[in-house]
């Protein structure tokens, strides 16, 4: 029997490869996509360690190369949602009782499995299906990844040595339990290092869980599964669930054993859980912990003292890396009158230089967006811009989907501050601006807090100390993650906790201790050394 108390130590941040020309990680890379873009994989569920074909199938297919079919997957039935709930709780037990350390041990050989030995295909796997550049997958799908589970570990360790005191006599102590049946992961399309997070934080805590990952990330998502196989994750402590989400939802929200829901993805469908889960709260075993991460309008704010070209750099990045399509991906700025020309002029001058195209070509630093849906969803904005006397498209503002889902980079400028784009989640590669007078800096920041119902990220850009301290103090229930002179974007695993409010989400941080602990349930035991055998206290006396 192992009695060590071991706690992990705060690991360092994965290192990013560049793959530079010439470089060896480029070429391997390179071999990945090929060997992945050369076949069809054939995507099955797996439900208590066996993989389940219905025959019922889908397609992956490439953002770029929207006719090219990467996988195909097998759709799952009622009958297999509900065979996956019993796995689960099947598995429960047992996992629940597996030491700790033992869990973190899988958690930390999934890590070094990532970022070694299938670094390259995990990274080809998010290009193809998901539509990221080399350098966006790797961030995501390696090094994020990693980070996540490395400092989950620790964070576990911090969680577990947090203990009251004892008083002579007693001995006081608390054990962070799982949760009582299974969570329930719904996960993104547009992080494979979210998707796997979402499964993996609460089953670190003893959790087992039921994962439906989305149809347009199951190439990545089932080589995740693999690789958890692969590092000794007991069959049943995660079911792999693709599918229809209304058919797995309503089959999961409906059994008394759903513990949990850990979530990223819109609000509208966030809501519904919602509601879902109250409408059948009588029928649960305990009240279901609902976490999740959701929509975003996502703010540059400069004020008239910021230097244009820092300013400009961050509504190119912040706002067309990954097309867009990252929950903090900046999607309106304020940019001060006398500041505009410049910002403008140098804006236009990085959108001439950047390539839209497919993910192999590296010299591109834009690719498509995910989906027909959202590439129609993203021209209807575009179309009512060209078409209103509110706004006028400054750069870009065309779309072509005869090959892939593209869309130009564009910069919209709106003429008034609650024009359409500036207040709703496009989730594309469009940013509106709105130029104010430099004299209403406090006016607009209050314009820039009323604006959106969500609460993500926001960067303010200044120069001026006092400026900046005003932007923060009133924009501070505007974003769960403010960037001071930086991007809205980018939040790195152990130093920006990320999650925001409001119609964002339930603020968890994931990345954090605070949300491995929203997968626990505490409960506190006192031991008595020296037990009371009279009931009688002192002050029980009739005498004075």
Not at 498 to 513: E, M, P, Q
């Amino acid at each position: 029997m192992n009695n060590t108390i071991f706690s992990f130590p705060k690991p360092e941040n994965e290192p990013v490869l560049g793959y530079k020309p010439g470089s060896d990680e480029r070429k391997k890379i390179r071999a990945a996509l090929d060997e992945l873009y050369n076949i069809v994989t054939d995507i099955p569920a797996i439900i208590g360690g066996q993989e389940v074909r219905s025959g019922n199938m889908g397609t992956v297919v490439m953002p770029t190369e929207k006719d090219h079919i990467l996988a195909r997957y097998h759709k799952v039935r009622e009958e297999d949602v509900r065979a996956a709930i019993a796995a689960a709780m099947k598995a429960h037990e047992e996992w629940a009782s597996t030491p700790w350390i033992d869990r973190a041990s899988v958690m930390m050989k999934i890590a070094t499995l990532v970022s070694g030995k299938y670094r390259y295909l995990i990274n080809a796997a998010t290009m193809l299906g998901q539509g990221k550049t080399t350098m966006q997958a790797e961030i995501d799908s390696a090094c994020e990844l990693v980070d996540f589970l490395r400092y989950n570990v620790h964070y576990a360790s911090q969680i577990y040595s947090d203990q009251p005191c004892s008083d002579k006599g007693t001995l006081n102590y608390v054990t962070y339990r799982p949760l009582e049946g299974f969570v329930l992961a719904i996960t993104p399309f547009n992080f494979t290092s979210i998707a796997s997070n979402l499964c993996l934080s609460p089953v670190l805590m003893g959790n087992v869980c039921l994962w439906k990952p989305s149809s347009t990330a199951l190439l990545s998502n089932y080589l995740l599964m693999k690789i958890y196989k692969e590092a000794g994750l007991p069959d049943g402590v995660i079911n792999f669930l693709p599918g229809s989400g209304a058919l797995i939802g309503d089959v999961a929200f409906a059994d008394a054993n759903l513990a949990g829901v850990h979530f990223t993805g819109s609000t509208a469908t966030f809501n519904n859980f919602w509601k879902k889960i109250g409408d059948n709260i009588a029928s649960y075993r305990t009240y279901p912990k609902i976490v999740g991460e959701t929509g975003g309008k996502d703010f540059i704010f400069a004020h008239s003292s910021a230097d244009a070209h820092q300013v400009a750099t961050a509504i190119v990045r912040g706002a067309f890396e990954f097309q867009g399509q990252k929950c903090s991906a900046a999607s309106r700025a304020y940019i001060p009158q006398s500041m505009w020309p410049e910002v403008k002029r140098i804006v236009g001058e990085m959108l001439s230089e950047i390539k839209v195209g497919d993910v192999r070509d590296f010299s591109a630093f834009v690719n498509a967006v995910i989906d027909e849906a959202s590439f129609d969803n993203c021209m209807r904005y575009l179309d009512h811009a060209r078409n209103s006397a509110d706004a006028e498209i400054v750069f870009g503002g065309h779309g072509d989907k005869s090959q892939g889902w593209f869309i130009e980079p564009t910069v919209i400028l709106a003429k008034k501050p609650d024009y359409k784009s500036m207040c709703e989640e496009i989730f594309g590669p469009i940013i509106t601006v709105y130029v104010y007078p430099d004299d209403e800096y406090e006016a607009t920041l209050r314009l820039c807090d009323s604006t959106s119902p969500y609460a993500l990220t926001g960067a303010i850009f200044a120069t001026c100390r006092k400026a900046l301290r005003k932007g923060a103090d009133m924009l501070k229930y505007a974003a769960g993650n403010i960037y001071y002179n930086d991007k809205p974007t980018g939040a790195v695993v152990g130093q920006q906790p990320f999650g925001g409010a409001r119609a964002s989400g339930t603020n968890d941080k994931a990345g954090s201790y605070l949300n491995l602990i929203r997968w626990t349930s505490p409960q506190a035991i006192k031991e008595t050394f020296d037990p009371a055998s009279d009931y009688k206290y002192p002050f029980i006396s009739s005498a004075e």
